[in-house]
């Protein structure tokens, strides 16, 4: 019976709506970036912001598979992902200056950063992704992507979890590959487009 007990009690505790309120922050802080940006240069920098709290059965899978135990503890100050957002943005260039209004921020501190923009990994994938700790020592991922970076990434996701995989799984990869470097191409010809635009302005 206490077994049964345990699992129905949330990982996360009382922790909880602090979770929620950290969220409503960050997007709080999005949000008035988005604004200034709009009112400086008549362009929103980003398509789409998405957040999540990672479901119970997702981050009690990630304890178990890093020998963690089943606790507040270890979903948020041990694994570092329990808030999550995914900001999509038009153009590189507002990747990058997303990340550095991030890090500028006084009440946040930069726990970790990968750069997958500049350093692709070996499949295609690309995106940047930043660790944040906050004030109350909660931590947020942050993932920032450009529109194609966030197409490939969720067709690349549905292609890896298919559970019937053909003959062609090695063609099935260099195309992605080569689908990736495509997309990055065309974003660097977009950056140079809207670039010339405002030069123009």
């Given at each position: 019976?206490?077994?049964?007990?345990?699992?129905?009690?949330?990982?996360?505790?009382?922790?909880?709506?602090?979770?929620?309120?950290?969220?409503?922050?960050?997007?709080?802080?999005?949000?008035?970036?988005?604004?200034?940006?709009?009112?400086?240069?008549?362009?929103?920098?980003?398509?789409?912001?998405?957040?999540?709290?990672?479901?119970?059965?997702?981050?009690?899978?990630?304890?178990?598979?890093?020998?963690?135990?089943?606790?507040?503890?270890?979903?948020?100050?041990?694994?570092?992902?329990?808030?999550?957002?995914?900001?999509?943005?038009?153009?590189?260039?507002?990747?990058?200056?997303?990340?550095?209004?991030?890090?500028?921020?006084?009440?946040?501190?930069?726990?970790?950063?990968?750069?997958?923009?500049?350093?692709?990994?070996?499949?295609?994938?690309?995106?940047?992704?930043?660790?944040?700790?906050?004030?109350?020592?909660y931590y947020l991922e942050?993932?920032?992507?450009?529109?194609?970076?966030?197409?490939?990434?969720?067709?690349?996701?549905?292609?890896?979890?298919?559970?019937?995989?053909?003959?062609?799984?090695?063609?099935?990869?260099?195309?992605?590959?080569?689908?990736?470097?495509?997309?990055?191409?065309?974003?660097?010809?977009?950056?140079?487009?809207?670039?010339?635009?405002?030069?123009?302005?």
């Amino acid at each position: 019976m206490e077994e049964t007990a345990e699992k129905e009690l949330s990982i996360y505790g009382e922790h909880l709506p602090m979770l929620v309120r950290i969220i409503e922050d960050m997007e709080k802080r999005i949000d008035l970036l988005r604004e200034s940006m709009k009112q400086q240069r008549g362009m929103d920098p980003v398509e789409h912001c998405l957040s999540r709290i990672k479901s119970e059965e997702s981050m009690r899978e990630k304890c178990v598979r890093k020998g963690l135990a089943q606790t507040p503890e270890s979903a948020l100050f041990e694994i570092h992902d329990a808030i999550g957002f995914r900001i999509v943005c038009a153009f590189v260039s507002d990747v990058y200056m997303i990340r550095d209004y991030l890090a500028e921020a006084e009440d946040l501190e930069i726990v970790e950063e990968k750069d997958y923009i500049r350093n692709a990994k070996p499949n295609g994938y690309r995106s940047y992704h930043m660790i944040l700790k906050t004030q109350t020592g909660y931590y947020l991922e942050i993932q920032l992507r450009t529109i194609s970076m966030d197409t490939w990434a969720a067709l690349e996701h549905h292609l890896k979890y298919k559970k019937t995989v053909s003959g062609n799984e090695q063609l099935i990869v260099r195309e992605l590959k080569r689908c990736a470097d495509e997309l990055a191409s065309t974003d660097v010809s977009m950056q140079t487009i809207r670039d010339m635009i405002f030069e123009e302005a």
